[in-house]
C-alpha cells in the first residue's frame, strides 16, 4: 500500500506547476549567470606576480634603517630580498611558459618564506603589504596539489570545470533553502485540502511523511543536478569541459586543503541533499503544529537567519553554530569559521553535523506523533 501512496503522491507532484517553474528557474540560473560571470576582469598569473614584485619596491623604500641596522631587521630585511628574488624568477617561469615545476618550487619557498615572516613579526613592513596567514595557506595547498598530480598550472577561469563550484557556491545558503521550503510548500496541502481522497490510504502518518519528504527530495536533486549538467554544457559549448582534475580548497581542521574539482562538486552535491532533507523534516514538523503554510515558512525563515542575526547584534552562542552548517559554501571555503570565531565550522564536522540534524528532526517528528497517538488512544479508553 505504500508503494501506491507513493505513486499517488508522485503523481500529484508531477502536475505541481509551481514546482516546475521553480525547477525551470534554477536549471536556468546555471547557464545565464555564465554570462555575468564571463565578464568579470580575473586577473591572470602573469598580473598577480607582477603586482606582488611592484609591491614590494615599496616595502624596500619604507623600510625603516634604524630597524636594518639591527640583528633582528637584518633577518627580516634578508627574508624580503629572498622574496623578490623568487618573485622575479617566477615572473621568468611565466613569460616563459615553461618551466612551471621550477615556478611551483619557487612558490613553496617564497610561501614559507612569507611564514617565516610572521614569526619574525612583520616588523618594519606596512600591514597593507603583510601577506595574511590564510592565503600563505591557501596557495601551499594549491602549489603542493598541482606538483603532486602534475596538472597544467595556468587553468582557463571561464572553462565549465572552474565555473561550476563558484555557480553552485553562489546558490548555497539561503537561497537554496528558500528554494526547498518553497518546493515542499505544498507537501500536506493535500492532506489538509482532500482528507476523504489522501485517507483512504491505511498507512500510517510517518509513512506518508517519509514518502513526502523522499519524492519532493528527490525533485529537488533532479533540478539541480539538471542545472549543473546544462550549465555546464552551456560554458562548454562556449569555452570548453576544462579538467576537473584542478584544485579547489576546502577548509579541514583549521587549515586549507585542495581537492579535485568532481570532487568538491560531488561533497557539494552529498551537501545540499542532507541539507534539502532536514529543511523538509523541519518543515512538516512546524506545518503540523502551526497549520498554516505562511508561519511555517516565516519560522523557517527566522530559524536559517538566527545566528546571523544574533552575530549582528553582538551576542554569541555556539549551540546555535550547526546552523551555518546549512550554508555548505561558506563552511567548504573558512569563511564561516572566520566570522564567527568558531573552527569547528569545517569540512570535517559538517557532513556529521548535517546527518546529525537530520536524525534530531526525525526523531522529533516521530516523537510528537508517538506522543499524539498515546494521548488519543487514553482519550478513547476513558469512560463516558
Excluded at 598569473?45 to 631587521?73: C, D, I, S, W, Y
Excluded at 595547498?141 to 555557480?167: C, D, G, M, Q, T
Excluded at 498554516?292 to 553582538?314: Q, R, W
Excluded at 550547526?322 to 564567527?340: C, R
Aim: aromatic fraction near 14%; charged fraction near 15%.
Amino acid at each position: 500500500m505504500f508503494w501506491k501512496y507513493l505513486l499517488f503522491e508522485s503523481k500529484l507532484l508531477l502536475h505541481n506547476r509551481k514546482n516546475w517553474l521553480l525547477g525551470i528557474g534554477l536549471i536556468l540560473f546555471f547557464p545565464l549567470y555564465y554570462s555575468q560571470y564571463s565578464q568579470i576582469d580575473i586577473k591572470d598569473m602573469q598580473k598577480l606576480k607582477n603586482e606582488e614584485a611592484q609591491h614590494f619596491h615599496t616595502v624596500f623604500n619604507a623600510f625603516p634603517e634604524e630597524l636594518r641596522e639591527t640583528v633582528e631587521g637584518e633577518a627580516i630585511y634578508y627574508n624580503l630580498t629572498q622574496q623578490s628574488s623568487l618573485i622575479n624568477m617566477q615572473r621568468f617561469y611565466l613569460w616563459k611558459k615553461d618551466d612551471y615545476d621550477k615556478y611551483i618550487e619557487d612558490g613553496l619557498k617564497l610561501n614559507e618564506l612569507r611564514l617565516e615572516l610572521h614569526e619574525l613579526g612583520n616588523k618594519g613592513i606596512h600591514p597593507n603589504y603583510v601577506i595574511p596567514k590564510d592565503v600563505i595557506q591557501k596557495e601551499l595547498a594549491i602549489l603542493r596539489y598541482y606538483k603532486i598530480h602534475k596538472l597544467p598550472l595556468v587553468p582557463n577561469p571561464f572553462v565549465a570545470s572552474n565555473y561550476l563550484p563558484i555557480a553552485l557556491n553562489l546558490i548555497s545558503g539561503l537561497l537554496f533553502c528558500l528554494f526547498v521550503l518553497i518546493i515542499g510548500s505544498s507537501m500536506l496541502l493535500n492532506d489538509q485540502q482532500h482528507r476523504s481522497v489522501v485517507g483512504g490510504f491505511p498507512i500510517s502518518f510517518m509513512q506518508k511523511v517519509s514518502g513526502k519528504v523522499a519524492i519532493h527530495l528527490v525533485q529537488v536533486q533532479l533540478f539541480l543536478v539538471l542545472g549543473v549538467l546544462i550549465g555546464g554544457y552551456y560554458v562548454a559549448q562556449k569555452t570548453e569541459w576544462g579538467n576537473f582534475m584542478t584544485p579547489v580548497l576546502i577548509y579541514r581542521e583549521m587549515d586549507f586543503v585542495a581537492v579535485s574539482t568532481f570532487r568538491y562538486v560531488t561533497y557539494m552535491f552529498i551537501a545540499f541533499a542532507l541539507i534539502a532533507l532536514f529543511l523538509l523534516l523541519v518543515f512538516v514538523l512546524i506545518n503540523v503544529v502551526t497549520k498554516n503554510l505562511y508561519a511555517t515558512i516565516l519560522s523557517m525563515i527566522v530559524i536559517l537567519l538566527l545566528p546571523d542575526l544574533i552575530s549582528v547584534a553582538g551576542l554569541k552562542f555556539n549551540w546555535l553554530y550547526p546552523l551555518k552548517f546549512l550554508d555548505i559554501s561558506s563552511v567548504l571555503n573558512g569563511t564561516a569559521a572566520m566570522e564567527f570565531g568558531n573552527d569547528k565550522l569545517d569540512f570535517k564536522h559538517s557532513y556529521s553535523w548535517l546527518v546529525g540534524l537530520n536524525l534530531l528532526a526525525a526523531a522529533v517528528l516521530y516523537g510528537r506523533n508517538k506522543l499524539l497517538y498515546i494521548r488519543r488512544g487514553e482519550v478513547a479508553l476513558k469512560p463516558n
